[in-house]
């Protein structure tokens, strides 16, 4: 019987980090291609809120981007620093709630991709972290929003699997949604990494909460941030030269806001 071990999966970087940076280059691409086309300033400053492991901040710095990014995981932050350092950059990462933070400079662009949002669990919140996006960008900068739907028009997906290779290490990870309350807005889903090295077996399971949102839900939310307007979006095929129209049977969205 596999070793069960009940924790935080934002407590194992190395293992998070190697689950979620597997679509690293699209997600890569797509970010500086939307910079480029969406974008009414040159984008040279970027920062990521929940930034986690900061596999993209990294990728962006080696590109030339001053990066800078936050997390509320200290050792994710840990993490990331370590990794910014060690590629030669300055450890820019720093512990703080998404909902409420400042920056002593604003940027270009910030972006936050894998439904990190989501963790925020009332309309105060979710209000107050767009609320301090738009005050630490430029003005005609970029916030990219990735997030999950829940569709109204078809059943939503209630369950997602993959793997994740590198090197020795090996993870595979299943992700199931148990509950779904759509008139309090949460989401409870259960969590797996099945770890494998070649001295050990093991699997950590965690319990995640999520706000949900419907089209209609999102739409309201952002249209009524002032200072942000929604420039585009997109689906998580990253294909910035196709667009998407949200209906009520999108799931998987970016939504390109720009600072006005």
């Known amino acids: 019987m596999i070793e069960t071990i009940q924790g935080h999966l934002y407590d194992f970087p190395r293992y998070y980090d190697l689950v979620f940076g597997s679509d690293w280059k ?154 779904r309350d759509l008139k309090n807005r949460e989401e409870c889903c259960q969590m797996t990494f099945d770890v494998y090295t070649p001295t050990r077996s093991f699997r950590i399971e965690d319990t995640v909460i999520f706000r949900t949102y419907t089209r209609r839900q999102i739409l309201s939310l952002l249209r009524g941030i002032e200072g942000l307007s929604i420039e585009a979006t997109y689906d998580f095929s990253y294909d910035v030269d196709t667009p998407i129209n949200v209906d009520d049977a999108t799931e998987d969205v970016v939504f390109v806001l720009r600072k006005e």
């Open 26 to 179: 699209a997600e890569l691409d797509f970010l500086e291609a939307a910079f480029e086309k969406h974008s009414r300033r040159r984008v040279r400053t970027a920062f990521e809120p929940a930034c986690g492991t900061g596999r993209l901040m990294f990728r962006l710095a080696k590109s030339g981007y001053k990066v800078s990014g936050l997390d509320l995981n200290e050792r994710a932050v840990a993490y990331c620093n370590e990794r910014l350092q060690r590629h030669g950059f300055r450890p820019t990462a720093f512990v703080a709630d998404m909902s409420k933070f400042q920056i002593p400079k604003r940027v270009d662009a910030a972006f936050n991709m894998i439904n990190s949002f989501r963790h925020l669990l009332d309309q105060r919140t979710a209000k107050a972290h767009l609320q301090c996006v738009a005050e630490c960008l430029q003005p005609g900068g970029l916030y990219l929003l990735g997030l999950h739907l829940t569709p109204t028009a078809t059943q939503p997906l209630d369950e997602e699997s993959w793997s994740a290779q590198r090197g020795n290490l090996c993870v595979n990870t299943r992700l199931w949604s148990t509950s």
